[in-house]
Nanobody
Framework: QVHLVESGGGLVQAGESLRVSCTNS????????MGWFRQAPGKEREFVGA????????YHDSVKDRFTISRDNAKQNTLYLMMNNLKPEDTAVYYC?????????????????WGQGTQVTVSA
């Protein structure tokens, strides 16, 4: 069972860091490829990063070298997104997603399980 709850969003200044979390209250996440997506006002939801079931990370080029995905291997129910050197263009609602489609080293699209989202706002 999958019930995703995001937390940790907030307001930061450009250049600062923030970590958002996604917990599956329905159980483990290690059986799923997990991902983060974001949606800015007036824009479509876009891929940010993902982690396959085997632990391989994938990132959108715009966040590579700034964002890091990890998961809690002890509790096995929480996914993290550490965001460093944040920019105003990173402002968006960040959504956690389970069962991301990963094939041939590429993220093809989100799965059907979404969290409610957490707002990240970066001021200039």
């Amino acid at each position: 069972q999958v019930h995703l709850v995001e937390s940790g969003g907030g307001l930061v200044q450009a250049g600062e860091s923030l970590r958002v979390s996604c917990t599956n209250s329905g159980g483990t996440i290690i059986n799923y490829s997990m991902g983060w997506f974001r949606q800015a006002p007036g824009k479509e939801r876009e891929f940010v990063g993902a982690m396959s079931r085997s632990g391989d990370p994938y990132y959108h080029d715009s966040v590579k070298d700034r964002f890091t995905i990890s998961r809690d291997n002890a509790k096995q129910n929480t996914l993290y997104l550490m965001m460093n050197n944040l920019k105003p263009e990173d402002t968006a609602v960040y959504y956690c997603n389970a069962d991301v489609s990963v094939l041939g080293g590429r993220v093809l699209g989100p799965g059907s399980h979404w969290g409610q989202g957490t707002q990240v706002t970066v001021s200039a």
